[in-house]
């Protein structure tokens, strides 16, 4: 028979995972230990300090919920702490008690990876808004996001000054939509909530609404259900800043275009201010109709791209000031320039170190960032495609992809051809038919061939071999 305390910790663990990412809850749920229940107190054991603080700090809003759940209102959760001296088994005297969120009540906060909370408490219905009154809307801004702590790059710059401007006069610029686009972890989010928080600061009575494209389609369409579509379109006409998220979740959704259109024309002609986000540009949008795609187009669109090495570190060293987190220069460095595509990952990456040195009760130092992030992109699985080893390789000997699929047969050239089939047969599944289409149609044998050249060069050039190598040092972190 499960002990009472195992059956209510697992139904809160089965809440939990459906709200944050699997590496969080790997990295700080899966450690805890139920140790019993009493009246409505569960005991939870935590392997450190550390652990208690950053549970604390950004799950306690989830885990308030989890509980209330499973205990009823007015259930506490206690800490017990494995002291960190040399008795460790030694449990923690005080116990602590949980704390109801005082601040982002509501929000994920912005270290977990992006999943939002789905019991959250805080997200109103704007149909029950009575009467309407501007002033009562709830914006639905994480204040978490803002100007501030959004690191300004080459990456990012004319995005965020085009935001920023639009922040201090909402309407009142050339930017009207402002439409940020970037592929997913780059920032759109922080961003646009960071002009709508700064629009709040500045200009207090507008009233401001972020939603994500998502939301907006499940509350069209159940107004449709009940039959107030007409209190739906009223809402949103209201508004002074509009700010929807991810509107590349419109596509293929005709009716909820129409409405987001009659939406888009009242509020921008009465000079209203749209911000829109998006995974691809305008033009690359797919399944959006054509009068909606050229209004996306009237103001300006800016992207989000990859930051580059100094803008990671940078980023890295923002969120260890604001964790109050000190690490050497040398680790920030190996984890920017190890983990390079995405800033959610880069930050996922801080957090995993942090709870690896808390759990070994280690420091943080080169050797555990190295385990670390050859770990985490383990963790993350990220699968490796002939394009990435195509970019890679075309890089590395400033090459155009197209030059590689080319039919030249420049010895370069070929050379590096060869070295990404190579690759492409040593890390990825595709067969050799496929690896040879994606060279310009070549066929199966010209891949064999690849190979066989790439293997017996390495054995007799030294050159060779050493350039070979610093490409599979470059594509080492998704090889793991
Ligand atoms: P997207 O919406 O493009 O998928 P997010 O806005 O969710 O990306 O950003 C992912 C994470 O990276 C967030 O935690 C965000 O705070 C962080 N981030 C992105 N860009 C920056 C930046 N320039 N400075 C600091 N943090 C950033
Ligand atoms: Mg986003």
């Not at 697992?10 to 805890?32: G, M």
């Not at 070994?360 to 990435?388: C, G, P, Q, T």
Request: proline share 3%; hydrophobic share 35%.
């Amino acid at each position: 028979m499960t002990a009472e305390h195992e059956k209510v910790w697992k139904n809160c663990l089965s809440l939990i995972k459906d709200n944050v990412n699997p590496q969080s809850f790997k990295t700080w749920f899966e450690p805890i230990k139920p140790l019993k229940v009493e009246d409505k107190n569960l005991t939870i054991q935590v392997p450190s300090q550390f652990f208690y603080e950053w549970l604390e700090e950004h799950y306690v809003t989830l885990l308030r919920k989890a509980l209330d759940r499973e205990l009823g209102v007015g259930s506490k959760l206690e800490y017990s702490i494995i002291v960190d001296n040399s008795n460790t088994n030694a449990r923690n005297p005080h116990a602590y008690t949980i704390n109801m969120p005082t601040r982002n009540a509501g929000y994920n906060n912005k270290n977990e990876v992006g999943i939002p909370l789905n019991v959250n408490a805080n997200i109103h219905n704007p149909f029950i808004i009575p009467g309407l009154k501007k002033i009562n809307i709830d914006s639905q801004l994480n204040p978490n996001y803002t100007f501030d702590n959004f690191i300004e790059g080459d990456c990012n710059r004319l995005a965020r000054s085009a935001g920023f401007a639009v922040a201090n006069k909402p309407g009142g610029t050339a930017f009207n939509p402002l439409m940020i686009f970037s592929s997913v972890g780059l920032g759109k989010t922080h961003l646009v909530h960071a002009i709508g928080n700064r629009i709040k600061e500045v200009s207090p009575n507008k009233s401001v609404l972020f939603v994500s494209s998502e939301k907006f389609v499940n509350q069209y369409v159940d107004s449709c259900k009940n039959g107030n579509n007409n209190d739906f379109l009223n809402f949103y006409q209201l508004l002074d800043v509009l700010i929807v998220d991810d509107v590349q979740f419109f596509a293929k959704k005709e009716k909820t275009q129409e409405i987001f259109f009659q939406i888009f024309n009242h509020l921008h002609q009465n000079g209203k201010q749209i911000i829109l986000t998006s995974d691809r540009a305008p033009r690359d949008l797919k399944d959006v109709d054509e009068r909606l795609l050229s209004r996306f187009k009237w103001g300006l669109s800016a992207d989000l791209q990859v930051p580059d090495l100094e803008t990671r570190i940078s980023i890295l060293e923002h969120k260890m000031y604001e964790d109050g987190i000190k690490l050497n220069a040398e680790v920030v460095e190996y984890v920017a320039h190890n983990i390079d595509s995405n800033i959610r990952e880069l930050e996922g990456a801080l957090i995993s170190l942090l709870a690896q040195a808390s759990l070994n009760r280690k420091d943080i130092d080169l050797d555990l960032a190295k385990k670390m992030v050859k770990n985490f992109v383990k963790n993350a699985s990220r699968e490796i495609s002939i394009e990435y080893i195509q970019k890679l390789v075309s890089d590395y000997y400033s090459l155009s992809i197209e030059q590689l699929k080319s039919k030249t047969r420049k010895r370069e050239i070929v050379q590096a051809r060869q070295i990404s089939m190579y690759f492409a047969k040593q890390l990825t599944k595709a067969p050799l038919k496929k690896i040879g289409m994606h060279f310009g149609g070549r066929d199966h044998s010209t891949v064999i061939h690849a190979c066989q050249t790439v293997s017996d060069l390495m054995d007799t050039d030294r050159k060779f071999k050493s350039d070979v190598e610093e490409i599979s040092k470059r594509i080492k972190i998704n090889t793991f």
